[in-house]
């Protein structure tokens, strides 16, 4: 049993004997390849030897050796530890040049000669740079070495090494080659750049000494950052053109830089001096036109990373005009306002301020003129006066009282006439009425918000009927807010609930959602609220939730937006703009500021 087990032993031993001297010498690390220059021969070009796993190359000329010098080069990346590496680095690929055979004389087996021992090398400490050590030669000459062993080549040469698949360095970008000390058993800066080929996939470095050599990953601050994401556009007007973007996850983050331009293949600017930590940019003045901004992210050691994603913006042109509201003599403060309508007869300007409970007249320059109403209970008293309709002719104003669950009409002079309403989900009851618009043949509807439910009046509040609880899905509203009526009797309104602005046709049915286009770079709407109507059939949408008035074709195309958070002009405070008038006359847009407590006035 005994010498079976022997023979089987011996014969496993020459079996792998045998296997070693296959493309090799006997004993040969494996991913290694040993060259051995039989004769001198003329320098007429270069040799190339490469590991047999084809992971590494070395090239040199065809004399740097002479006659029976034998070298060595060997993948050492497959067993390298984590002993010794850079803090905060990863090998990415490790090879070993070694001189095996000096001529006829053995200078070394396959074992690299220690380091460190000697004095300072001509380009490192403790013997670990690139030049020859002032003691013996360069590596393991000081204390505790036994042997002098020479570590100069003798000349250049080329390695090329494949990085491992979690290369951490861009391509085309040049790195520092590290290098084995034994003495102090680390891997150290050699001061020899390598360079990332094209593809991000094999390093190469001119060497000039025997040794063992590795690619380490970048620190993250040696890398240039990714490209940030998109842009979204908070507003575009000729006052500012203000953009906002997400901060990035990126470990070393420093800062932003932003570049505008006006083509989008051209030369752009940057914008800012110092690198931007906010999300946030705000571009004024602008002028009229097109433009395109990109955004680019900034690491903590100062490397810029490619650009993201070109916005283009159009700046149409509206422009902040004035305020009126929140200054002046106490008479003209208001409060917290919800809505807002224009006489057409006196062209006076009517604002619902319901923290006041009443409704405040202002000449057409913004000029306080009288109160309507005020707190209690008598018929032109309010307890929170929201929406205000008109009818066409000018005639009659109704005025939704929400806290109420009343409508209360005013005759042209704004003297009182009656209320309808009353608090229930019955036919012509309401909860919480909140705006009133008034069609073309004296119609009145009434946006009842708490029945999600659109109700329609004779102009003296006689029930009619109502939309919005039944047919399909999307002709269900939920918790519809504004509304305004078109010259040919269809309706917008503002869901609310559901974040969107419904089309009903003149007949009362569902016609569209009013989904702005593919507005891509734009949010999408939050809290619609107020809404109006231009001379050419433009919609405007005040959008509270996000601090924007939003501009739609009359088919519902997207066509700008403008306005942001803030107090400045052109800034709505925290609940956003509200309600909405358009003034066909002087071709101005009001808008409800209430957080501000102000009515502001664009050049649409």
Known sequence: MFSSRLQLLLFLILALYLAAGCGGVAGEPPGSVTFKQEIPLDAIGDLTITTEDKSASATFAQDIFKAGTEVRLTNIFPTLSNVGLPEGRNALSAVEFTLVKEGDETVVDDVPPPDGGGDSGEDGADGT?????????????????TESVPDDIGGSITLEMTLSLTSKWPADSTVLLYRWSSGVEEWQDSGITATISTDGRKASAVISRFGRYAVMSALPEELPPPA?????????TKTAVILSWQSSSYAEFAGFNLYKGTDPTGSFSKLNSEPLTETEYRDAPVDIGGFYYYLTLINTGGLEGDPGPALAVEVKGTDYYGAFGDYGAPDNLLGEIRDIAILPL???????DSSRCHIVVYSPLGEFKTYIGGRGDGGLDFRTPSGIGISPDGKTVYIADTDKDRIVILDHELAFLETF?????????MENPSDVAVRYDGVVFVTDTRNNRVQYFTPRGTYLGEFGTQGDQEAILSAPDYIVATPDGSFY??????ARV??????L???SEVSLGEMGYIPPLETPEGLALDSEGKLFIADGGRNRILVAGSSGEYSYLFGSFGNEHGEFGESGPQGLAFDSITGLLYAADPSNNRVQIFQP
């Open 129 to 145: 740079g690139e030049g020859d050590g002032t003691e013996g030669a360069g590596e393991g000459t000081g204390e505790g070495a």
């Open 228 to 236: 940030p994401g998109s842009l979204t556009l908070v507003a575009a």
């Open 346 to 352: 006196s062209h006076e300007i009517l604002v619902a």
């Open 421 to 429: 309403g009353g608090t229930g989900s019955g036919e012509g009851f």
């Open 493 to 498: 309104v503002s869901d609310s609930g559901n």
């Open 502 to 507: 419904v089309k009903f046709s003149a007949a």
């Open 509 to 511: 049915e569902f016609e």
